[in-house]
């Protein structure tokens, strides 16, 4: 049965080992994140310092990736959260996935610290650790040209920027021009003295039933070139996201204080498409949903980013009440450069003006910076020092909730996070399912961990909600939750995952790649998401984490949103507590939010 190679490199001892993963493994988690997990849980102990050489750090490419099918080659960090001390998964996109899977493994375990800079270099058969003093300091697009140059254009790589290397809270690995961003993975890359993973290899990948996949890939292929999710997709990315969700009210604005942005007519979709130049995606997606922009004039002449997407282009607008579209492309452009996730950037950077505004801190501590709403310069001077961990950038590179512990006087207030991840850009108090998911999901809050396209989009499935409803909705954050886990065994693409051929197709693709047929189980998949959510939720539990966690920022539990004329003016998140009681209840867990002995036993997690 072929269930997938991995292979150990301890930077300590410089020791390289291959791995096979077990059977029993492959059959209950199936690959990617579920994989992550289990490894992780496996392998950590409770109170490992997550910037310290007992973290392990681990790089997953999915079990169909590599191979034409679409878009499921992107790649995963998973790890133990510098910014949130919580389990980590993030997610990155380009050709990384396929290429890790060309030289043969589904995963690569991370272990130990070098004494110097050095990078990793991987091919079918080599792997070598090499010092990498010359690349140390070297900005993300520079650390792929010169990798790319020494070993050539068939080279992929993953690595990390300035920030990653001076252990940016939320520094990100990046991959080509796109990012494992979120939940500080790229500070434990940093942590470890791992500057990149560079892979060269030729495109092969073995298959159990080659002719079945080959009629399953033409199957999915139209499927989804029919789909008119895909259409739209392709032709804007996410580039359009702010007019519907400024339409409704939930676009975050002045650290989450409103829900509509004034000046928005200046950042609409077609605004941005008037600086596009071109798009990017990933590996095997015609999709190609980056677009890529280039500012013509004004201060920010020149500026050049593959994005900025939905949640950047909200990281740089909304966040400080700034309709300046050259300026979100600037920001966007330096984040890439430099190695930082954007959503956490421009949430911590919305906070410290609110801190300014309150006069918490002053011009005194941002070296002469006014923080004041709309200055967009000085959110690009303060992305530079966060990057360079220079004067208050020292501070901001903690995160907004150990940059409030560090700033104190009712800072905290202020920190509009869950479990130490900045929220991104959908307020909860207008689409209250995305709001615990916020609150419940293993890593903090993100918005791709259960996405509610039913709140936001009106998706039908499970079934509808209304989306100021709030214990009400409990089973259909759950059902997110679990879909999204399942669907991650595959690194599928969370956008292309809406475009009609999972799970059927997904199931029997990997059945015809593995040669295992309970894949093709529909009722197993889904039992697999809630068996990575339940033991990610233990591995929170070990960590120290518990209910007290589960909870969404003061402001959005006691502070009324103003969305100007949209319908969720004067909201609030009213029922917490209950929320979770029905969560906790449906999920089989008690009322501290442990998952109960029978759960436990229903799901195989028993004895782990
Ligand atoms: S839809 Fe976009 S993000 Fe998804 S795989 Fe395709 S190019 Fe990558």
Request: aromatic fraction near 10%; proline fraction near 3%.
């Amino acid at each position: 049965m072929n269930t997938g190679k991995y292979l150990r490199i301890n930077l300590s001892s410089s020791e390289i080992k291959p791995g096979e993963v077990d059977e029993t493994i492959a059959l209950d988690f199936i690959g990617g994140r579920g994989y992550g997990i289990r490894y992780l849980y496996q392998e950590l102990k409770p109170n490992v310092d997550p910037l310290g050489e007992d973290n392990k750090l681990i790089l997953l490419s999915g079990p169909l990736s590599g191979t034409s099918a679409l878009a499921v080659s992107r790649w995963m960090a998973v790890t133990k959260s510098p910014l949130t001390g919580a389990f980590a998964r993030s997610v990155g996109g380009a050709d990384f996935g396929a290429w890790l899977k060309f030289a043969g493994y589904e995963f690569i375990i991370i272990e130990g610290k070098a004494e110097k800079p050095v990078y990793i270099h991987l091919t079918e058969d080599s792997c070598r650790i090499h010092n990498a003093t010359e690349l140390w300091g070297k900005d993300t697009r520079e650390t792929q040209q010169s990798l790319g140059q020494q070993y050539g254009k068939n080279t992929r790589c993953v690595c990390i920027g300035p920030a990653g290397e001076k252990l940016v809270k939320y520094a990100g690995i990046f991959s080509d021009r796109r990012s494992a961003g979120r939940c500080g993975t790229g500070a434990v890359m940093g942590s470890k003295n791992l500057k990149a993973v560079a892979i060269n290899a030729q495109r092969n990948v073995s298959l159990n039933d080659p002719e079945a996949y080959a009629t399953l890939i033409r199957e999915q292929i139209d499927t989804i070139l029919n789909n008119k999710g895909y259409e739209n997709h392709k032709e804007w990315g996410t580039t359009g996201t702010q007019d519907f969700t400024n339409r409704i009210g939930i676009y975050p604005v002045k650290n989450f204080r409103y829900g509509q942005l004034v000046g928005r007519e200046n950042i609409t979709a077609e605004k941005y498409r008037e600086l596009r130049v071109g798009d990017i995606g990933c590996y095997s997606c015609p999709a190609r949903c980056g677009k890529v922009h280039t500012v013509t004039s004004g201060i920010y002449k020149n500026a050049h980013s593959e994005g900025p997407e939905y949640e950047s282009i909200w990281a740089f607008t909304g966040t400080i009440e700034s309709p300046n579209i050259e300026a979100s492309i600037s920001a966007d452009q330096l984040c890439d450069d430099l190695g930082l996730d954007t959503i956490s950037t421009g949430n911590t950077i919305g906070f410290a003006y609110e801190l300014y505004e309150k006069g918490i801190i002053t011009g005194k501590d941002t070296d002469g910076l006014a923080l004041t709403w709309g200055n967009h310069e000085a959110m690009v001077a303060l992305i530079k020092k966060i990057a360079a961990r220079e004067g208050i950038g020292n501070t901001l590179a903690e995160g907004s909730r150990g940059a409030a512990k560090i700033i104190g006087n009712g800072a905290e207030d202020y920190a509009i996070q869950v479990k130490g991840l900045e929220l991104p850009a959908y307020e909860p108090r207008g689409a209250k399912s995305m709001g615990y998911n916020y609150a419940t999901a293993s890593i903090g809050a993100s918005h791709c961990y259960g996405y509610a396209a039913q709140d936001i989009f009106g998706a039908i499935e499970p079934r509808p909600t209304n989306r100021f409803e709030e214990a009400e909705n409990a089973d259909v954050v759950i059902y997110n939750q679990d879909e999204t886990a399942w669907k991650e065994t595959g690194i599928i693409c969370l956008f292309a995952a809406g475009w009609g051929w999972v799970p059927d197709l997904y199931g029997k693709m990997l059945a015809a790649v593995r040669g295992i047929d309970v894949y093709t189980d529909n009722n197993h998949l889904r039992q697999t998401g809630e068996r990575i959510f339940n033991l990610e939720r233990l591995f929170n539990i070990r960590q120290g984490l518990g209910r007290q966690d589960d909870t969404l920022p003061r402001r959005m539990l006691t502070e009324p949103l103003h969305t100007g004329d949209a319908e969720g003016e004067g909201e609030i998140v009213r029922h917490q507590d209950e929320f979770l009681d029905r969560y906790y209840e449906l999920r089989g867990w008690s009322k501290e939010g442990l998952p109960s002995a029978e759960k436990l036993a229903s799901l195989n997690l028993s004895g782990l």
